[in-house]
């Protein structure tokens, strides 16, 4: 009987993460689907096991999907694990698409990583080919 009341608090906490967590999960599910930039609540889950923020890689492939652009979930995880900036790779691969400037994201993840700015170098670029 003692037992029954010092596991029921547990599980109801465990209970209300559990809900918490698939409430935010099930939101950036259905943004993705609403977007067009489509990716899978499996997927979702595994990028939170992995420890990938899910929010900045739905963001970015929503930015990108808006832009025209099919950017890889895989690409956008691998960028985020490796400690890159994604939504600036992602600015600077969209400047770079609308300005018919030849940059793939495996590119602009390399020139991030190094520690350039990959973004203000698609614009200095663009601004050298107007002059």
């Known amino acids: 009987m003692n037992l ?3 596991l029921a608090p547990i599980a109801l906490v465990v209970g209300m993460i ?11 599910w259905l943004q993705c689907l609403l977007s067009g930039a489509h990716i899978d609540l499996a997927r979702l ?3 939170r096991l992995k420890k990938v923020r899910p929010a900045t890689i739905v963001e970015a492939r929503i930015t990108a999907a808006k832009a025209g652009l099919n950017l890889s979930v895989d690409e956008l995880e691998a960028l ?3 400690g890159g900036d994604v939504q600036r790779v992602v600015s ?8 018919e400037i030849p940059l793939s994201v495996e590119q ?7 520690g350039e700015d990959v973004l203000e ?3 200095l670029t663009i601004y050298k080919e107007k002059c």
């Open 18 to 28: 559990g809900f918490v967590v698939s409430v935010n999960l099930f939101s950036l």
């Open 121 to 123: 170098h698609i614009r």
């Open 108 to 114: 602009a993840t390399a020139m991030d990583l190094a």
């Open 4 to 6: 029954i009341f010092f």
């Open 80 to 82: 985020y694990l490796a």
């Open 92 to 99: 600077a691969v969209i400047a770079a698409n609308k300005a």
């Open 45 to 47: 889950i595994v990028m």
